[in-house]
């Protein structure tokens, strides 16, 4: 089998999966607009949000920089931002420059020349091991190079959660989702989702993230094959983020 893709058993897997999330947030979005949980959220101050300060960090913005559209690589920012207000609001700890690396890195799969793989590969996994030859060209410590490459593996997986996974993997698919189709944007507060929204628009993301995966020439059993399938470009569309277009 491919790497990256889905035998019968997993495809169904994954299909009763994306089933299961779209109704638990569903059920979510009501408990939280009801008061009916005993959860706590913060309120997060976006002031304390900094970028790492590192040598690895700015040599990763400039790979990504070089190899993302200004589109793209918006939505990584919103994606690590997104995450990181998540984080902050329900108490998660994580390791702030391996996460910010990895939201960074998470869609090289997506771009050149990793994406004339994706008949082979998953792109997920394709960008893992893209950014594994990059931390590992650096020196980088294993564990460190492993949370990195995980969380970006792992970000199509629905069932990464903080019980199966490191902090880094669960939010980087939070926050990832979050700006594709929606999920969970009621865990931010309505400012915060505006203000990360003024500093990196969505503009032309909707148009991008949809011909990456119905355009390239995606193995028809990995996860963007079968997200192809069910309708994906209607999930993108119908995203309650689409608002902050305007």
């Known amino acids: 089998m491919k790497v990256g893709t889905l035998n019968k058993l997993e495809q169904f897997g994954f299909i009763a999966k994306l089933i299961q999330s779209q109704c638990h947030e569903q059920l979510s979005r009501w408990i939280w607009r009801f008061k009916l949980t005993g959860a706590s959220r913060k309120t997060v101050d976006l002031e304390a949000l900094r970028t790492p300060d590192t040598h690895l960090v700015k040599q990763t913005e400039q790979l990504v920089g070089d190899r993302y559209t200004p589109v793209m690589y918006a939505h990584c920012q919103r994606t690590w931002q997104f995450a990181w207000v998540v984080a902050r609001a329900f108490d998660i700890h994580f390791d702030e420059e391996a996460f910010y690396i990895a939201c960074l890195m998470h869609d090289l799969g997506l771009t050149e020349p990793c994406c004339h793989n994706v008949t082979d590969k998953g792109f997920h996994v ?97 996860h963007a094959g079968i997200l192809r399938r069910l309708g994906f470009a209607k ?8 608002h902050f277009h305007h």
């Open 126 to 222: 394709l960008g893992a091991e893209e950014s594994a030859r990059f931390l590992n060209g650096r020196g980088v410590e294993r564990d460190r190079v492993r949370l990195v490459t995980e969380a970006i593996e792992r970000h199509l997986h629905l069932g990464t959660n903080l019980r199966n996974s490191e902090p880094e993997s669960y939010l980087l698919k939070i926050g990832a989702h979050m700006d594709v189709i929606g999920s969970f944007a009621h865990y931010i507060e309505s400012k915060n989702l505006a203000s990360i929204h003024k500093s990196y628009p969505r503009s032309g993301f909707n148009q991008e993230i949809v011909k990456t995966i119905n355009e390239l020439p995606h193995q028809p059993n990995s």
């Open 235 to 242: 999930l993108v569309y119908d995203n309650p983020l689409n």
